[in-house]
């Protein structure tokens, strides 16, 4: 793949100004009054601005079918007369964010739809936490791997693509982990040791 070396390292430079500058938005600054299905989506484009449209297409990352359809599932609450409130757009935000690497079912799992809005609060403001912490710490590893890529004259032909691939390396391991992780959940623990062949503990 041919890459224009400096437009990725202007890319880079711009995603970690993003980056460092970004969080996603306070639970006291996401709006309660109730707000249409339109108004919504405008909202979260605003707050989720990094997130890409589908590859290959002019839709965007999140649509009124979306949304209807994570109410149908249950995996969200569904709207008051039609109407959505700080709850909602704090269920939006996480699940948009989590199906970037987790299927739906799993995103379920992990935020299930039947919580208090205390409850919601606190998940909420817990993940904006980890977020930021994490956001900036991959943005350390993609800044370090693409030292070769800012600094004129070291740049090797196939820098990019290595970058590329351990950013693709990174996320991989990170979905195969989670999804691991979220299988343990009400598993059985001689279940698991006895599909790995390992010794069942003595009762």
């Known amino acids: 793949m041919q890459y224009d070396k400096d437009l990725v390292a202007h890319k880079l430079r711009r995603w970690d100004k993003f980056i460092t500058d970004y969080h996603l938005p306070e639970w006291e600054a996401i709006p309660d009054f109730g707000l249409y299905m339109d ?113 004129p004259g070291q740049s090797s032909d196939n820098a990019v693509e290595l970058l590329v691939i351990e950013s693709a390396l990174i996320a991989g391991f990170s979905k195969i982990l989670a999804e691991k992780l979220i299988r343990l959940c009400g598993a059985d623990t001689e279940d698991v040791l006895a599909a790995e062949g390992k010794p069942t503990p003595e009762r």
């Open 39 to 151: 108004q919504v989506i405008v909202l979260l484009e605003q707050y989720l601005s990094f997130i890409p449209s589908p590859v290959g297409t002019k839709e965007h990352f999140v649509t009124s079918s979306t949304i209807n359809n994570y109410v149908r599932l249950k995996i969200m609450p569904a709207p008051v007369k039609r109407k959505y409130h700080r709850v909602h757009i704090a269920y939006l935000i996480m699940i948009l964010t989590m199906k970037q690497s987790l299927s739906i079912s799993d995103v379920q799992k992990v935020i299930p739809p039947d919580s208090s809005e205390e409850e919601v609060r606190a998940v909420y403001e817990n993940y904006s936490e980890k977020f930021r912490r994490l956001a900036l710490f991959f943005n350390q590893q993609v800044q370090s791997g693409a030292e070769g890529i800012h600094t």
